[in-house]
């Protein structure tokens, strides 16, 4: 039974009535230690009433209550059935000093944790601004325990954990607001700028780099002379806009003013019209606030014009003569130093030359690829690619000592020593043909590999990355020794293993077409781009029996698969007799096992807050109790079913991944598809049975599935002959 932790409960026995005379218990309750195995008495207290007529009673239920209880008679000669209890949490969060309000600069990273508790483990979800985030690798909602980003704007991040329990449905939720701050004062520590900024503290941004202002300052100002008055001028305007100074409370001041914009602009550097132009592009004169503005704090206005006078030019601006602001018509000194013609010749003449000696160079060179690449063309007609290092290293690389992992560190002995078996240790014989798909642990290639001396068979090459944790290591060399383990001929054939160096690789029999859940969107009838053959109902049979039969087979074995969906098969294409392409039957087999896990009663229990589980496809009792079954696999083959008959369209596509599991616990099933017959439909309801024991077995679905696809075969075959 299930209960809520916190709430009442009474359990009974079923005994007979007490005597008139009799107010002593008629039974005795007994709790089983999980650690010992020991039963022991059941004692009242203040929290636990043993009533006359066998009630184990609790006034309030606390989690060390869960257990195997059993009741029996006072003589201890009739034994009933032991009762397990099972004490549900609501949802609720544990938040970390991490999770709260918090002020950073611009460019650092961001680390939020969020755990959570409750029993069934709460489904965990994370927003930005309320929107969703979604995990990358897996494109669906993240919902791992910590959260890491750059910080680059303000932001609100939100952490929601949500379950559904015998008592209905439960959310909490915490947020933090995240201020990210672009800059800070300091002294500037650059090369350009020492002249004008001097020993005062400047605003310096955090989103850009001081050695990219500098360079930046440095190619406006490359082409003028340094002793001119446009260069000092232009320099003090872009240092002083750069590198506003900071106020006495370290408050950034509003830049530079727009007197000294202007002057620099229109009047010093006005007949340098391409540094004009660049200084326009750079610092927008009419953004910038002028002197008598009344703002605080006020902008930073400086004396750019203190060179000897060579002409006077006269500009209508603000300008400060005696520390005090008037505005009058100002004379404006303007060093100007042109070129003499001969002087321009020669600078013409020598820019043509290297500008030929480049040009010269440059067709030289590529003279010489060319006839390189002709001549490495010319000499094997029949190339085949070698090894792309980028995916499998080169046999230096074999030759370190380092290893990065072993398969004793994942595998138990037994599993280790049959695994070695599988150990190729020619991997550089492998050659690589093709990319196939990224995937979340690393690349999948399509390559070719040598059988004996005269064969070399087509195969597909996992490869795991460098940078995954040690889980994700342990989960990759565990789902190899599966494969290595079974055998059926719905399942994909483990032809090797390269585990004892990086890159760990797994290499298995190639399967043409891809994964299942693809195959089917590609034949959808729906798809404006379909290409391909719609699939008949007599292939869709043959899918089901496919898959049906690899899952009867891990029941056998006593496994629990727990992620029975259609990206989890591949799918390959044979012809059948006469060759007609019209004819291909499609072959599928079981290729995934990363969260199946062997038991020895049929059942599993699920608490791994890490674990990414499938929630869409998940029965009522997985999601409230954590408990996963082979009848949990039957509910997951209805979700499947569905998938087929729906061209592999996402189950619950209308419902965020949060509210599936209320969602499914209050009832809700998927709707039947478009065209799905009778059969598959009515077959998909038993497989959604609430109880799990009235759900069919895999034995059972097979069986009908081999009867309904024989009635279909011979219904075609009759109508062929007619």
Same mark, same amino acid.
């Given at each position: 039974?299930?209960?809520?932790?916190?709430?009442?409960?009474?359990?009974?026995?079923?005994?007979?009535?007490? =005597?008139?005379?009799?107010?002593a218990?008629?039974?005795?309750?007994?709790?089983?230690?999980?650690?010992?195995g020991?039963?022991?008495?059941?004692?009242?207290?203040?929290?636990?009433?043993?009533s006359?007529?066998?009630?184990?009673?609790?006034?309030?239920?606390?989690?060390?209550h869960?257990?195997?209880?059993?009741?029996?008679?006072?003589?201890?000669?009739? &034994?009933y059935?032991?009762?397990?209890?099972?004490?549900?949490?609501?949802?609720a969060?544990?938040?970390?000093?991490?999770?709260?309000?918090?002020?950073?600069?611009?460019?650092?990273?961001?680390?939020?944790?969020?755990?959570?508790?409750?029993?069934?483990?709460?489904?965990?979800?994370?927003?930005q601004?309320?929107?969703?985030?979604?995990?990358?690798l897996?494109?669906?909602?993240?919902?791992?325990?910590?959260?890491q980003?750059?910080?680059?704007?303000?932001?609100?991040?939100?952490?929601?954990a949500?379950?559904?329990?015998?008592?209905?449905?439960?959310?909490?939720?915490?947020?933090?607001?995240?201020?990210?701050?672009?800059?800070?004062?300091?002294?500037?520590?650059?090369?350009?700028?020492?002249?004008?900024?001097?020993?005062?503290?400047?605003?310096?941004?955090?989103?850009?780099?001081?050695?990219?202002?500098?360079g930046?300052i %440095?190619?406006?100002?490359?082409?003028?002379?340094?002793?001119?008055?446009c260069?000092?001028?232009?320099k003090?305007?872009?240092?002083? &806009?750069?590198?506003?100074?900071?106020?006495?409370?370290?408050?950034r001041?509003?830049?530079?003013?727009?007197?000294?914009?202007?002057?620099?602009?229109e009047?010093?550097?006005?007949?340098?019209?391409?540094?004009?132009?660049?200084?326009?592009?750079?610092?927008n004169?009419?953004?910038?606030?002028?002197?008598?503005?009344?703002?605080?704090?006020?902008?930073?206005?400086?004396?750019?014009?203190?060179?000897?006078?060579?002409?006077?030019?006269?500009?209508n601006?603000?300008?400060?003569?005696?520390?005090s602001?008037?505005?009058?018509?100002?004379?404006?000194?303007?060093?100007e130093?042109?070129?003499?013609?001969?002087?321009?010749?020669?600078?013409?003449?020598?820019?043509?030359?290297v500008?030929?000696?480049?040009?010269?160079?440059?067709?030289?060179?590529?003279?010489?690829?060319?006839?390189?690449?002709?001549?490495?063309?010319?000499?094997?007609?029949?190339?085949?690619?070698?090894?792309?290092?980028?995916?499998?290293?080169?046999?230096?690389q074999?030759?370190?000592?380092?290893v990065?992992?072993?398969?004793t560190?994942?595998l138990?002995? #037994?599993?280790?020593?049959?695994?070695?078996r599988?150990?190729?240790?020619?991997?550089?014989?492998?050659?690589f043909?093709?990319?196939?798909?990224?995937?979340?642990?690393?690349?999948?290639?399509?390559?070719?590999?040598?059988?004996?001396?005269?064969?070399?068979?087509?195969?597909?090459?996992?490869?795991?990355?460098?940078?995954?944790?040690?889980?994700?290591?342990?989960?990759?060399?565990?789902?190899a020794?599966?494969?290595?383990?079974l055998?059926?001929?719905?399942?994909?054939r483990?032809?090797?293993?390269?585990?004892?160096?990086?890159?760990?690789?797994?290499?298995? %029999?190639?399967?043409?077409?891809?994964?299942?859940? %693809?195959y089917?969107?590609?034949?959808?009838?729906?798809?404006?781009?379909?290409?391909?053959?719609?699939?008949?109902?007599v292939?869709?049979?043959?899918?089901?029996?496919?898959?049906?039969?690899?899952?009867?087979?891990?029941?056998?074995?006593?496994?629990?698969?727990?992620?029975?969906?259609?990206?989890n098969?591949?799918?390959?294409?044979?012809?059948?007799?006469?060759?007609?392409?019209?004819?291909?039957?499609?072959?599928? #087999?079981? =290729?995934?096992?990363?969260?199946?896990?062997?038991?020895?009663?049929?059942?599993?229990?699920?608490?791994?807050? =890490?674990?990414?589980?499938?929630?869409?496809?998940?029965?009522?009792?997985a999601?409230?109790?954590?408990?996963?079954?082979?009848?949990?696999?039957?509910?997951?083959?209805?979700?499947?079913?569905?998938?087929?008959?729906?061209?592999?369209r996402?189950?619950?596509?209308?419902?965020?991944?949060g509210?599936?599991? #209320? &969602?499914?616990?209050?009832?809700?099933?998927?709707?039947?598809p478009?065209?799905?017959?009778?059969?598959?439909?009515?077959?998909?309801?038993?497989?959604? &049975?609430r109880?799990?024991?009235?759900?069919?077995?895999?034995?059972?679905?097979?069986?009908d599935?081999?009867?309904?696809?024989?009635?279909?075969?011979?219904?075609?075959?009759l109508?062929?002959?007619?």
């Amino acid at each position: 039974m299930t209960a809520l932790v916190d709430g009442p409960l009474n359990i009974s026995c079923n005994v007979t009535a007490p =005597s008139v005379n009799d107010t002593a218990p008629l039974v005795v309750w007994k709790k089983r230690n999980a650690t010992t195995g020991v039963w022991r008495r059941v004692l009242a207290n203040e929290n636990i009433d043993l009533s006359v007529n066998g009630l184990l009673g609790f006034k309030r239920l606390l989690s060390s209550h869960a257990g195997l209880y059993q009741c029996t008679d006072r003589n201890n000669t009739i &034994h009933y059935p032991p009762q397990t209890l099972l004490v549900v949490h609501a949802a609720a969060l544990i938040i970390p000093p991490g999770l709260r309000d918090m002020t950073v600069a611009y460019g650092n990273t961001v680390k939020l944790v969020c755990e959570v508790v409750g029993i069934p483990l709460p489904f965990r979800s994370w927003t930005q601004d309320g929107i969703p985030i979604i995990d990358p690798l897996t494109q669906m909602t993240y919902s791992q325990p910590a959260l890491q980003f750059t910080a680059q704007q303000n932001v609100t991040v939100s952490c929601m954990a949500e379950n559904v329990h015998i008592g209905g449905f439960s959310n909490v939720s915490s947020s933090a607001f995240i201020h990210v701050v672009d800059g800070w004062c300091d002294l500037y520590r650059g090369s350009v700028c020492n002249s004008v900024v001097g020993q005062e503290q400047v605003y310096i941004k955090a989103s850009v780099t001081l050695s990219a202002v500098d360079g930046l300052i %440095e190619s406006l100002l490359s082409h003028l002379d340094s002793l001119s008055t446009c260069y000092l001028a232009a320099k003090h305007l872009l240092c002083s &806009h750069f590198f506003p100074v900071c106020t006495s409370s370290s408050q950034r001041t509003t830049s530079v003013c727009r007197e000294n914009c202007v002057a620099v602009t229109e009047v010093l550097c006005n007949d340098k019209l391409s540094t004009k132009a660049k200084l326009e592009h750079v610092v927008n004169c009419s953004n910038l606030p002028l002197v008598s503005d009344n703002i605080s704090p006020a902008c930073n206005f400086f004396n750019p014009f203190d060179i000897p006078v060579t002409q006077c030019t006269a500009v209508n601006v603000s300008w400060n003569t005696n520390d005090s602001l008037h505005n009058e018509t100002l004379l404006v000194s303007v060093h100007e130093s042109k070129l003499t013609s001969l002087e321009l010749i020669i600078i013409v003449s020598f820019a043509a030359v290297v500008t030929l000696i480049i040009c010269v160079l440059f067709i030289v060179i590529y003279k010489q690829q060319r006839v390189r690449l002709k001549h490495t063309n010319g000499t094997n007609d029949n190339f085949e690619p070698d090894v792309n290092i980028d995916l499998l290293p080169s046999n230096d690389q074999y030759r370190q000592s380092v290893v990065l992992v072993t398969m004793t560190t994942c595998l138990d002995d #037994k599993q280790n020593s049959f695994l070695q078996r599988f150990e190729y240790r020619q991997r550089n014989e492998i050659v690589f043909l093709s990319d196939i798909a990224p995937c979340a642990f690393g690349r999948v290639f399509k390559a070719k590999m040598p059988i004996n001396s005269d064969t070399k068979e087509i195969v597909a090459v996992k490869m795991l990355r460098d940078d995954v944790t040690n889980d994700v290591r342990c989960q990759f060399v565990h789902n190899a020794a599966m494969l290595a383990t079974l055998g059926h001929p719905n399942i994909l054939r483990l032809m090797a293993v390269c585990l004892q160096r990086p890159p760990l690789c797994i290499i298995l %029999e190639y399967m043409d077409c891809g994964d299942l859940r %693809e195959y089917l969107q590609q034949r959808d009838p729906d798809r404006p781009d379909r290409h391909v053959l719609q699939l008949s109902y007599v292939h869709c049979l043959k899918i089901a029996i496919h898959v049906t039969g690899a899952l009867t087979y891990l029941t056998s074995e006593g496994f629990v698969h727990r992620d029975v969906a259609s990206r989890n098969f591949l799918v390959s294409e044979s012809c059948t007799s006469g060759g007609d392409s019209s004819s291909r039957e499609p072959l599928v #087999k079981l =290729s995934d096992f990363m969260l199946t896990v062997r038991t020895s009663n049929g059942v599993c229990q699920c608490s791994d807050d =890490s674990e990414a589980l499938p929630v869409r496809w998940m029965s009522p009792e997985a999601i409230t109790t954590g408990l996963f079954s082979q009848a949990s696999d039957v509910w997951a083959f209805g979700v499947f079913l569905w998938e087929l008959f729906s061209y592999s369209r996402q189950p619950f596509s209308d419902i965020d991944s949060g509210r599936v599991a #209320k &969602h499914v616990c209050s009832g809700g099933t998927l709707p039947r598809p478009h065209d799905m017959p009778d059969f598959i439909f009515n077959l998909m309801q038993h497989c959604w &049975h609430r109880e799990p024991c009235q759900r069919p077995t895999f034995d059972q679905l097979l069986n009908d599935l081999f009867t309904e696809h024989s009635q279909h075969v011979r219904q075609n075959n009759l109508q062929l002959l007619h």
